[in-house]
Structures are given as structure tokens and as C-alpha cells.
């Protein structure tokens, strides 16, 4: 008797009938550029709660029909006077990544001997959320931070899913 693998397509069409070859490739579409099958794209939903005037929480929600690998960057004005520290999801500071000119994105490091057997994403409809704080020099009034959430690191169109503005007072 033989087995059907249903994560193998053994068939090449309908592109909507999940396990055949152009369903894989319009998911592999749909994660890689953010896009439905109008070209429309995913959202990411970025939103703020401030914890103090010098600290605040930016969740990032996807609110897409397929996983993603979300790409944050923050800029701020103040850099002379006010420092400001990143940390991710597990409290670890990240705020080169996010004020670098790649942004960061969910990294997960196995640890020795571990086998990772598939990637760390964001699912439709789940969340994470990042630290922001803000330290400033004598005198320093504030800084005011942009945070942008694209799809992922290789977003091809490049585009800002969404984006918030805040002020930091330390």
C-alpha cells in the first residue's frame, strides 16, 4: 500500500489546493513579500504603552494571513544627549540591531547539542513586544524615537508596515 506524504506536493496545480507545487510556491510568495493574492500588503501593527516618561513598551502584532519575520528599526534626534537602550523579547539588549541600519528581527540561537527543527516566527495574530529606555545627560529634554515595522529582513518591496512616534523624557 502506499503512503501519501502530505508534506511532499505530488501534484502540480491547482494553485488552492494545499500540497501542490504552485500552493507551495504562492506560501513561499506570500511570506517572502508580505502580499495577498491581490498584491495588498500584510500588516504589522505596531502600538505604545508608556511605563514611565522615560520607558515604554512597542508591541509589534501581525495581523497577516501567514507567519513572518518582523524587521524593527527606531531612530531618534537627541543621540548627543539622551542614550537609548533596546531590549527584545527575552530582555536582552538589543539596541544596536534596532538602531542599526538592518533593524532587528527574531533571532533564535539554539544552544549547544540543540536541534531546531523549524524557525521562530510571528503567526497571524500573535505578538511580542520590545523595551525602550531612555537615559539622559544634565540638562537633556528629551528625545523624540520612530520606531518602523517592515515584513522581514529581506522585505524585497521595502515597504514601512507600520509606524509610531513617541516622545522620551529621562
Request: proline fraction near 9%.
Amino acid at each position: 500500500s502506499s503512503t501519501k506524504r502530505h508534506w511532499m506536493p505530488d501534484r502540480v496545480v491547482p494553485e488552492d489546493s494545499p500540497y501542490t507545487y504552485t500552493w507551495a510556491a504562492k506560501q513561499a510568495i506570500k511570506f517572502l513579500k508580505g502580499l495577498d493574492e491581490n498584491g495588498t500588503p500584510y500588516p504589522l501593527q505596531l502600538r505604545l504603552k508608556k511605563k514611565a516618561a522615560s520607558h515604554v513598551e512597542v508591541t509589534i502584532t501581525n495581523r497577516g494571513e501567514v507567519a513572518c519575520n518582523p524587521n524593527i528599526q527606531a531612530f531618534h534626534e537627541a543621540k548627543a544627549s539622551v542614550s537609548l537602550t533596546w531590549l527584545g523579547p527575552d530582555q536582552r539588549d538589543i539596541t544596536s540591531e534596532v538602531m542599526g541600519p538592518q533593524g532587528w528581527s527574531i533571532r533564535y540561537l539554539p544552544r549547544r547539542g540543540e536541534v531546531v527543527r523549524e524557525p521562530k516566527l510571528l503567526d497571524p495574530g500573535q505578538s511580542l513586544t520590545l523595551q525602550c529606555k531612555a537615559k539622559a545627560k544634565p540638562g537633556a529634554k528629551g528625545t523624540t524615537v520612530t520606531v518602523e515595522a517592515f515584513w522581514n529582513p529581506q522585505d524585497p518591496a521595502g515597504i514601512v508596515r507600520d509606524r509610531i512616534t513617541f516622545t522620551l523624557t529621562p
